[in-house]
């Protein structure tokens, strides 16, 4: 694993799932960790005690709470924007509060959260935007709210590369396909469903995911932006 002492990171939605994997590995790695989390304080501060990195928080659908916490993180060497909503459904049927909502958090806030931690970063800082294969593809129905935000986030993830690749800033796209987390149990009722359309037919798990993640934070990823990189299993080749 690579080292990142010294190095200050900042975890959007690292409560649970994809998120608390992010932060375990980078403190485990040596790095300064600030996450933040909105509806589960519990896991939050289970995931501060176990780490010892710093759990604030701030709703992502919340404009300037979300930009004040960013603000208040200073000079970032690493921003992970993985907070993130998952309403899957007929849309036909769906609630449109709901559909506003999951725009708010899946990329209104990756939107602001990147410009802002961009603001103040540190030269060869690091943008990771945990995405989705649903940015690229719609193997399964029930996800074109969803989609629309994961395709959207590939545009910011692009627009920000450009935008700061002039101080050696690297932005870039994560796309899982299916990870075991609350959001999308290995044992949920669409399971059987995703893994018939997989080549490695699984659920990821967090822990893969946050090796990608910091594999892109490394110094030896230096040339690698404005890219989506894709950990799927093989979802529909
Ligand atoms: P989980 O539901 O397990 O965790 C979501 C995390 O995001 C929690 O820490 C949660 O914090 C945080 N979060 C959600 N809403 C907000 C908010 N309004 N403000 C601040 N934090 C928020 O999901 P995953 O770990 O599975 O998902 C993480 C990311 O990975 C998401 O962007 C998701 O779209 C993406 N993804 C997931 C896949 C999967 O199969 N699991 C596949 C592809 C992409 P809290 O509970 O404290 O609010």
Known sequence: MNDFSGKSVMVLGGSRGIGAAIVRYFTAAGAKVSFSYSGSPDAAAAVAAETGATAVKADSANRDELIAAVA?????????????????????????????????????????????????????????????????????PGQTAYALSKSAVQGIGRGLARDFGARGITVNVVQPGPVDTDMNPAGGPMAKMMHSGMAIKRHATADEVASLVLYLASPAAAMITGTTQTIDGGVGI
């Open 72 to 140: 208040a993180a200073g000079a970032l060497d690493i921003m992970v924007i993985n907070a993130g909503v998952g309403i899957m459904g007929d849309p036909l049927t769906m609630d449109p509060d709901a559909v506003d909502r999951l725009i708010d958090i899946n990329v209104r806030a990756v939107y602001f959260a990147g410009v802002e931690a961009g603001r103040q970063m540190h030269d060869n800082g690091r943008i990771i935007i945990i995405g989705s294969i649903s940015g690229d593809r719609a193997p399964w």
